[in-house]
Nanobody
Framework: QVQVVESGGGLVQAGGSLKLSCAAS????????MTWFRQAPGKEREFVGG????????SYADSVKGRFTISRDYAKNTVYLQMNSLKPEDTAVYYC????????????????WGQGTQVTVSS
């Protein structure tokens, strides 16, 4: 079982950057695919990007491709989401999720979720 805790959210101006962290517990962290989702008010939770435990391959939503980067530090059991060139439409609660298995973009594919961290981008 894995527990995940997000941190690093905040208020930033459009064009700015933020780096979110997702700290995971458990000795089997390296065997979990780790993914970021986000949910804006009145909208469904959506896939942002993820990093597979198999070879560390990454995948991103088209809306963030080229602006967001996911990385993981196995020694620290932590996954990061570096967000650059932020836009007001990136405003949402960002969630970290973990799953054993291949990287999937669906909410139902993840067993473990953090409490979320708010990101607000002002115009």
């Amino acid at each position: 079982q894995v527990q995940v805790v997000e941190s690093g959210g905040g208020l930033v101006q459009a064009g700015g950057s933020l780096k979110l962290s997702c700290a995971a517990s458990g000795r089997t962290f390296r065997t979990y695919t780790m993914t970021w989702f986000r949910q804006a008010p009145g909208k469904e939770r959506e896939f942002v990007g993820g990093i597979s435990w198999i070879g560390g391959s990454t995948s991103y939503a088209d809306s963030v491709k080229g602006r967001f980067t996911i990385s993981r530090d196995y020694a620290k059991n932590t996954v990061y989401l570096q967000m650059n060139s932020l836009k007001p439409e990136d405003t949402a609660v960002y969630y970290c999720a973990a799953a054993r298995g291949v990287l999937t973009t669906t909410v139902a594919g993840y067993d473990y979720w953090g409490q979320g961290t708010q990101v607000t981008v002002s115009s």
